[in-house]
């Protein structure tokens, strides 16, 4: 397995895991709070490690749109998701995220660079890993 890819057991795509992250998770937000991930944690030996999903409101913007800043927030996530991925794997711990927007916009920010989404991605990966603690 590369280390830099996000294979599917890596994304959370069933309902009962979206339902159980948006009922019984904390929210945390990135330092400029252009983004937010909603995360909790679930005590598994079995199969530690951490799931994520990108999720984006149509209020946002078009489908173009939403579509490019998924891709970048996927990529960023992909670039930075080292360390919070062993940390979790040596406490015994499944972590759900769910990554989305909070204060951008199409009408705020017509074209969205990997350079606007990087720090804030790493920014909340920072956070989370020392709440694993």
């Known amino acids: ?17 979206f339902d159980f992250v948006y ?3 904390k929210i945390i937000y990135s330092n400029t709070k252009k983004l937010k991930a909603i995360y909790c944690f679930l005590k598994d030996e079995n199969n530690p490690g951490v799931k ?4 984006i409101s149509k209020k946002a913007g078009n489908a173009v749109w939403r579509n490019r800043v998924k891709r970048l927030m996927r990529e ?8 919070l991925v062993a940390e979790s794997k040596n406490n015994n711990k499944k972590l759900l995220i769910v990554f989305s927007l909070h204060s951008i916009k199409k009408k705020n920010y ?10 804030e991605i790493s920014g909340i990966l920072l956070k989370l890993k020392a709440s694993i603690l």
């Open 110 to 119: 017509l074209k969205v660079y990997l350079k606007d989404i990087l720090p």
């Open 52 to 55: 994520v999903a990108f999720a």
């Open 76 to 83: 960023s996530y992909r670039l930075n998701k080292l360390d």
């Open 23 to 25: 009922s019984s998770g």
């Open 1 to 17: 397995m590369k280390v830099y890819d996000l294979p599917e057991e890596e994304r959370i795509k069933q309902k009962k895991e």
